[in-house]
Structures are given as structure tokens and as C-alpha cells.
């Protein structure tokens, strides 16, 4: 999206109030099915997406494949974003393009909203959506705060409305597969992970920064977080997932530490140090300064090591010198990603929001399972910032 001087607000057209209540949803751990080639929904569900930049390009992608949702309007302030996402659909649709979310609010044919705008803007949108009665699909993190997600959790509990956070590697194959081997192998509890990562500056191509000169969203450390939002937010959610514990208290430094890229506010290195209340430790570290840096990412646990990259799941087992094994000790394990099948997380997740409207899923990853990693996001912030110790109940 444009930054301020598209009047952002303007755009938005519609607030929302706090308030409070929300059913928890379920955590399905399951073997990844293939996509299946019949219509897992009793009907097609028409979706307005707003924010057409490149993550929309991407999701549009996927969502060609998800005959269950109808990619009925797209919204942007910027007319020729709305037509290059419009001209992507390769279902036989003709998208209605509108400038106002507003507006697309106003849609009575439209089921659901799937929000791809910058950060900043998160919560509003959900809020004026649920409040108009559509439900929502929220691209990751769920807000900028603790407070703006306890913003949002009211109102759905307000509208009864439907919201599912865009984590979507919870709907991996991949990930799933890495799940299940901590949770159901020999492993014992997760004491800590060693979570990375790195990638280029934040570029984009001149069509995309409109007017010319128009500054990146993601340079803009009050519109997008960071780091830290932009790419932590995958790992971290993950982690919370295969730790399954509150996080207690977050330590961080972070900041602008490389001048050669482009110039930027937001930033573009950190490190993360999480405690969670089952006493597992989470360090994350990430920068937008790699050329080609490859890590893996590390679950220490009690009686072994699970490490995930290259292409492998690797698992192996053992005890300190001098404890004694009291049975057989499971033979190391290294299991190709190839060999969970299965469809992407991308388009997965989307499947699974279609399933929720139809009533036969829970929205999943929820609004709870989204404030708890915007937790840690917005406590790094705060850590940084502060030079201290945060404990996570001083958020929100």
C-alpha cells in the first residue's frame, strides 16, 4: 500500500471499538492431504481482498487453486495494482475493483474479507470488516500491539464473525511433519530453539512505489515493525506452536545496523530472546543483509536434537556422559521435506478458512494463537527500546 500520502485513513473509512470474548478454536496436528479435486465446501465463498501489492500477487497465485473461494473484488488506492491482481485470476471471474474499503464493505454479495495491507492498518480493517459483517482472513502478525489484537478479539466477539490469522505454515506439510516429530518421537520436552532468518533488503520494483519516490512501507518502523514483524513472525509462530506455552518475558536488540541498504527507519537486524512458562528458551535472530547465508533452525529437547533445512528433517538422540539409558535409544532419523505430501501452507490455509464458513472447521490459526506471537513481537520492540527485561504482562 501508499504510505501517508494516499490518506491511508481515508481509505480505511471505518473504526472499530474495543471489547471482549472469543471462543478458542482447535489445533489440528494432522498427516497433510493432497488438494482434492472435489469442492470441500457446500458452496463458493466470495472474497474481497484489499492491500494488491506483492504478497497479494503471491496469494492470488494460490488462490486460483482454491475452488472453494471466489476472488470476487480487490481494493487498493492504486488503480493499477487493483488491475495487475485482477488480471492474475485465472478462474473465469471478473473481479470488481474498488478504491475504498469502505466501499467493499458494502458488497452484500461478499462473504469475507482477506486483508494483505501494510501492518499498520491490520487493525482497522479487520474491525470496520467483522463489523460489517464479513468475516476475515488477516495476513500475519495479526497488529502491531497487544492492545490493538485485544482490540480486535472484542470485536469478534462482538459480530460473531469469523477471523483466521495468515500463519500459514501451521497448514505445512512441512511444518506439521516437524511438529509431529517433537510432540510424538522420544524426544522429551523442548528446553530451546536456535531460530533464523535471513534474507535481501526490502526491494521492490519501481512499478510497485507509487508515485515515484513514494518510501516502502517496510522501511517505516511504525507501519511495519521491522524485522522482527516481517519475517519473525513465521518462525516465532511456529515455535509457539511446538513449545505450546505462554511466552513470560522477552529480551531484544535490534535496530538499524547496516547503511548501505536502502534508507529505512525500521529495523534491519535483530535478536530475540523469548522465555516461555513451561521454561522453554526461544533465541531468534534475523536480518535483511544476507547474500546467501543458510542456517537451520534447532529444537534442543531433553533426550535429543530436531533440526530443519536443506531439505531434511534431522532428528538425533542421545543422553549427557553419564546418564544412564534406562532402554533402547531410537536410531537417528534424517527424513526428506519431499516425503510430506501434501498441499501448501499457502493455499492450505485458505481451504481451511473456506471449511470454517462452511461451519465444518474451526478458524485456525485464531485471534488468540495471533496475539500470542504479536506478544513477543511487540515485547522485542519494547526490549530494544528500553534496554531491558520484558515481562509480557506489562503489553496490552
Known amino acids: ?104 464493505l458494502k458488497m452484500p454479495e461478499l462473504d469475507c474479507i482477506a486483508i494483505l495491507t501494510a501492518n499498520d492498518l491490520h487493525r482497522d480493517i479487520t474491525i470496520a470488516a467483522l463489523e460489517a459483517g464479513k468475516h476475515v482472513w488477516c495476513e500475519k502478525p495479526m497488529a502491531l500491539t497487544v492492545a490493538e489484537c485485544n482490540d480486535i478479539i472484542g470485536a469478534v466477539g462482538r459480530t460473531g464473525k469469523l477471523l483466521q490469522i495468515g500463519h500459514q505454515r501451521r497448514h505445512s506439510a512441512r511444518e506439521k511433519g516437524l511438529v509431529d516429530a517433537i510432540r510424538n518421537k522420544s524426544l522429551g520436552q523442548v528446553l530451546q530453539s536456535s531460530l533464523f532468518d535471513y534474507r535481501g533488503d526490502w526491494r521492490v520494483p519501481a512499478a510497485d512505489e507509487f508515485p515515484p519516490g513514494t518510501t516502502y512501507w517496510r522501511l517505516i518502523q511504525k507501519l511495519s515493525g521491522g524485522v522482527v514483524y516481517e519475517m519473525g513472525a513465521h518462525i516465532i509462530d511456529v515455535n509457539n506452536w511446538v513449545v505450546d506455552s505462554e511466552p513470560v518475558s522477552i529480551s531484544s536488540l535490534q535496530g538499524v545496523n547496516n547503511f548501505t541498504l536502502r534508507k529505512r527507519d525500521s529495523s534491519d537486524y535483530a535478536g530475540v530472546l523469548v522465555e516461555y512458562a513451561n521454561g522453554s528458551m526461544m533465541n531468534y535472530g534475523g536480518n535483511v543483509y544476507s547474500y546467501g547465508a543458510r542456517a537451520y533452525d534447532t529444537w534442543f529437547c531433553v533426550n535429543g536434537t530436531v533440526q530443519i533445512g536443506e531439505g531434511t528433517l534431522s532428528i538425533r538422540y542421545g543422553l549427557p556422559p553419564g546418564v544412564p539409558t534406562q532402554t533402547t535409544r531410537p536410531e537417528n532419523e534424517d527424513i526428506p521435506l519431499r516425503s510430506f505430501q501434501g498441499a501448501s501452507g499457502e493455499s492450505e490455509q485458505f481451504r481451511h478458512f473456506a471449511k470454517a464458513m462452511d461451519g465444518k472447521e474451526k478458524p485456525y490459526p485464531d485471534a488468540f494463537m495471533g496475539r500470542r506471537c504479536v506478544q513477543i513481537l511487540e515485547g522485542s520492540l519494547w526490549a530494544a527500546a528500553q534496554r531491558r527485561v520484558i515481562d509480557v504482562r506489562e503489553l496490552g
Open 1 to 104: 500500500m501508499a504510505d501517508k500520502n494516499f490518506s491511508r485513513r481515508n481509505f480505511i473509512g471505518l473504526t472499530g471499538l474495543a471489547g471482549a470474548g472469543l471462543a478458542l478454536s482447535g489445533n489440528p496436528l494432522m498427516a497433510a492431504e493432497a488438494p482434492s479435486t472435489v469442492m470441500q465446501t457446500s458452496r463458493k465463498f466470495k472474497m474481497g481482498l484489499v492491500g494488491c501489492g506483492n504478497r497479494c500477487r503471491q496469494i492470488v497465485d494460490e488462490l486460483n487453486s482454491v475452488q472453494e473461494i471466489e476472488m470476487t473484488a480487490f481494493c487498493d488506492v492504486i488503480p493499477h495494482k487493483m488491475k495487475l491482481r485482477a488480471d492474475q485470476v485465472k478462474t473465469g471471474v471478473t473481479p470488481r475493483l474498488v478504491e475504498k474499503v469502505d466501499d467493499l
